[in-house]
């Protein structure tokens, strides 16, 4: 495993291809763009180009700008698909909000990647292979 740790986030490479991003819990400051651009930085690095791979993104529980998300939805990874991992009910509202307002959208390159929201990370796993296993098989 590969495993970068940036002062908000830790981004790992797993085995299976699944590139997982989650919060560090002892982050407490707020985010601004210029953490925001460390993070996208940093997960692009533990992209390193690689094709077929997707993101697990676990949403913290606590507000962030929407121009701050923005900055995350148009990232260029060259990721096949995003699931990003609510952890509650409240986080899942604004989440399908903010899908709704921001799926289509083509990110930095153009390219629309597909986004989905979960509250089980094992359903959100299921998902990320089968698109996995879609852009292989293309």
Known sequence: MKEYKTGALT????????VHASNNEDWTDPDTLTTIKKDIAA???VFGG???RA???EVPNRHIEKKLLD?????EWGE????L???SYGAKVIGNLYLKLSKEKPNEAGRIVPMKLFTKKEVAEAWLFEQI???ENK
């Open 43 to 45: 997960i692009k690095e």
């Open 50 to 52: 690689q094709p077929n």
């Open 80 to 83: 096949v698909a995003r699931a």
């Open 11 to 18: 981004i790992t490479l797993r085995p299976d291809g699944i």
């Open 71 to 75: 900055c995350y939805q148009a990232a």
């Open 85 to 87: 991992l609510l952890t």
């Open 133 to 135: 296993d879609a852009a």
């Open 55 to 57: 993101i697990l993104f």
